[in-house]
């Protein structure tokens, strides 16, 4: 089976669903839902689990790479992410490391900001993007390179232990 405009609309309402029901519950208003392409088959819905578990990595897209992972499956290699909200830089770079197929979200982030801001220290939802692309010296968040012996030892350490790989 392949991927058809209503299978999508349908995995993509789904996600919108699940972020009400979580909000319903006390939770943030995020969700996501994994589809094998060729199957169609729906391999994990996830809720955002922020305001439940009190963990900030617990975004939804976080949470259903991590029940993926325990059950196995460690990258998304045919597989579609359909999500309630264009994905946060944190939810983003994970994606990228699971390489679905692609990713289909309900709302841009400006129509997420009309309603909704979930920022905190050091950035808003309007400059959390925008921080990636600053040099380190120039970011809200603190950030340098300390000092100690040998910082490439766990490096070389990796390569030598997986140099048959």
Not at 25 to 30: A, D, L, Q, V, Y
Not at 143 to 161: I, L, N, T
Request: net charge negative; charged share 25%.
């Amino acid at each position: 089976m392949t991927t058809t405009a209503a299978a999508d609309a349908a995995h993509l309402a789904r996600s919108v669903d699940l972020a009400l029901a979580n909000v319903a519950e006390g939770g943030k208003p995020f969700a996501c839902v994994v589809v094998e392409r060729s199957s169609g088959e729906v391999l994990q819905e996830s809720t955002n689990q922020v305001a439940q578990s009190g963990d900030v990595t617990a975004h939804a897209e976080i949470t259903a790479l991590r029940a993926l992972a325990a059950a196995g499956r460690t990258e998304l290699t045919g597989c579609d992410v359909f999500v309630t909200a264009s994905p946060c830089p944190m939810c983003l770079g994970a994606l990228y490391y699971a390489a679905p197929e692609r990713v289909v979200y309900a709302a841009t982030r400006e129509q997420e900001g009309e309603h909704y801001e979930d920022g905190g220290r050091y950035f808003s939802l309007d400059t959390f993007y925008d921080e990636y692309a600053k040099p380190e010296a120039d970011r809200a968040l603190p950030m340098s390179q300390g000092d100690v012996d040998d910082p490439q030892a766990p490096f070389r350490r990796y390569r030598e232990a997986h140099a048959d790989d």
